[in-house]
């Protein structure tokens, strides 16, 4: 048997037309929901909840739920699922970054700059539509 996580569930049997918000939209029915991330060939995605409650209660009613005319298979994340999707297992879950969102695998390439990143507007606040694109 393979370690599964507390926080994260993996949504299989996505249709090509549903978004990521809109997965998000129907997890946050069941708690607060930190991440998700969609692989589109695969048509499936990662959602990870804050409280393990939540991630409960998202898996035990959204199994076998139909959207955008597929009926979505819900289980918790395993090792095998994080790896798929480049987040890094540790034990009990993964390891967070202090941004709160999963940690990926460093990038190989050198550091170009040493500057602080730029945040993506004037106001300084981040564009929340990038992280709900597929």
């Known amino acids: 048997m393979s370690l599964k996580s507390r926080y994260t569930i993996v949504v299989d049997g996505l249709s090509s037309y549903t978004r990521s918000r809109d997965i ?4 946050e029915r069941f708690g607060k929901v930190e991440a998700v ?49 480049g987040w890094k297992w540790t034990e009990g879950g993964y390891d967070r970054s202090p941004s709160g969102s999963p940690s990926r695998s460093p990038s190989r390439s050198p550091s170009r700059s040493r500057s602080p990143s730029r945040p993506s507007s004037k106001d300084g606040s981040r564009d929340e539509r990038a992280d709900l694109t597929p």
């Open 37 to 85: 991330e969609r692989d589109a060939r695969a048509r499936c995605a990662l959602v990870e909840f804050t409280s393990s409650r939540d991630a409960d209660r998202a898996w035990e009613k959204m199994d076998g739920l139909r959207v955008d005319g597929a009926r979505w298979k819900v289980d918790y994340a395993t090792k095998k699922d994080f790896s798929f999707f």
């Open 24 to 27: 998000k939209y129907e997890c």
